[in-house]
C-alpha cells in the first residue's frame, strides 16, 4: 500500500494544527520584561566600567614602572661610564701634578698624549667612531662646510681641511665634521 501525503488543505478542519494561543500582553509583563531587560544591560555597564577602570590602573602602573625602570637604567648606565672614566681623570691629575714638578715639555707632551689616548679608547669601547674627512667627498650628511676655497691640483667638492672632527656614535651622527671644501 501506498501512503500518501496530506497537506493542511487535505486534513480535516478538526485534524489540521492550530496555533498557539497567544498569551495577552499585559503593560504589566511588557514592563516587567523590559526592566529585567535593564537590569540585566546597567549590570553588563557597570562590569564593562569596573574593567575598563582596573585596565586603566594596570597600564597606569605599568607606564610608572616602565618609566622608574628606564630612569634606573639610564642611572646604572652612566654611573658604568664615570667609573671608567675616573682612571682617565687620575691620569690627568698625575699630568698636572708632574707639570709643576718638571719642566721637561717632551715628557709633558707624552702625558698628554697618554691621557688622549686612554680616554679615546674608552669612548670608543661605548661606540664613539671619528670620521675621517678630510680628502673625502664633500657630503652634508656627515659635514658642515665652513668655507669654500680655491685650491689647485685639487678637484672640487673635496674636503681640504677640517676644523673640528666629526664623530659617529653606535652608526648615529653624533657631531658633524666642520670642514673646508675645495670649489
Known amino acids: 500500500m501506498q501512503e500518501v501525503e496530506r497537506t493542511h488543505e487535505s486534513m480535516p478542519e478538526e485534524q489540521q494544527p492550530q496555533p498557539e494561543a497567544e498569551v495577552p500582553v499585559t503593560s504589566e509583563s511588557l514592563d516587567a520584561e523590559l526592566q529585567k531587560q535593564l537590569d540585566l544591560l546597567n549590570s553588563e555597564n557597570l562590569k564593562l566600567k569596573d574593567q575598563l577602570l582596573r585596565s586603566r590602573a594596570e597600564f597606569e602602573n605599568y607606564r610608572k614602572r616602565n618609566d622608574r625602570d628606564l630612569g634606573q637604567l639610564i642611572q646604572n648606565a652612566n654611573s658604568d661610564l664615570v667609573s671608567r672614566l675616573l682612571p682617565s681623570l687620575d691620569d690627568l691629575d698625575l699630568i698636572l701634578a708632574n707639570m709643576e714638578a718638571t719642566s721637561d715639555p717632551a715628557a709633558l707632551i707624552n702625558g698628554?698624549?697618554?691621557?688622549?689616548?686612554?680616554?679615546?679608547?674608552?669612548?670608543?669601547?661605548?661606540?664613539?667612531?671619528?670620521?675621517?674627512?678630510?680628502?673625502?667627498?664633500?657630503?652634508?650628511?656627515?659635514?658642515?662646510a665652513l668655507?669654500?676655497?680655491?685650491?689647485?691640483?685639487?678637484?672640487?667638492?673635496?674636503?681640504?681641511?677640517?676644523?673640528?672632527?666629526?664623530?659617529?656614535?653606535?652608526?648615529?651622527?653624533?657631531?658633524?665634521?666642520q670642514v673646508v671644501v675645495s670649489k
Open 112 to 144: 698628554i698624549r697618554l691621557f688622549q689616548k686612554n680616554l679615546f679608547k674608552i669612548l670608543q669601547d661605548e661606540g664613539l667612531q671619528p670620521m675621517n674627512a678630510v680628502g673625502q667627498e664633500f657630503d652634508p650628511e656627515y659635514h658642515d
Open 147 to 177: 668655507l669654500h676655497i680655491d685650491v689647485e691640483d685639487t678637484e672640487s667638492n673635496k674636503v681640504v681641511e677640517e676644523h673640528k672632527k666629526g664623530y659617529l656614535f653606535k652608526d648615529r651622527i653624533l657631531r658633524h665634521a
